[in-house]
């Protein structure tokens, strides 16, 4: 089995993943998509990025989440969900903090200090790139 390279949302490399070959090409997984996504999720967290609509529905989708669902469980409405992952500027502070305590307690990723988790890099609306470890 050769093992690949995947790229999500344009920022985070993922490196040793299984792809097999097939007669359309390289392929993988829905688990290892899967993996991949929770990777992302957690990488969220663990640097502080900043969260945009695009990791709203990553995480929505990750969670095989309606958007009413997704609304109830941080007990906003869908309309507001919907706005949320239409934007492509970060979130209000305080809807970014609950999201990253969420990923945080669903995916058993450890927080950065409190104050920082307030007050990300200035300037800073996409994901740095970094490298992370399929597992």
């Known amino acids: ?12 490399l993922i490196s040793g993943i299984p792809v097999s070959k097939t007669s359309y090409g390289d392929a ?9 996504e929770e990777l992302a999720l957690k ?4 640097n502080n990025f900043q969260i945009t609509g695009e990791e709203v529905e ?16 941080f007990k906003v409405s869908h309309p507001a ?21 969420f990923i945080s307690d669903r995916f058993k990723v450890r927080l950065p200090k409190f104050d920082k988790i307030l007050s990300p ?5 996409k994901l740095p790139f970094i490298e992370a470890k399929a597992a």
């Open 1 to 12: 089995m050769k093992k690949s390279k995947l790229q999500i949302t344009k920022q985070i």
């Open 28 to 36: 993988f997984s829905a688990q290892v998509l899967r993996d991949c």
């Open 43 to 46: 990488a969220i967290v663990e």
């Open 58 to 73: 990553l995480l929505r989708k990750h969670l095989n989440f309606k958007v009413r669902q997704f609304a109830a469980l």
């Open 81 to 101: 969900v919907l706005k949320w992952e239409k934007s492509r500027e970060p979130l209000d502070s305080y809807t970014q903090l609950a999201i990253k305590y």
């Open 121 to 125: 890099e200035k300037g800073s609306t």
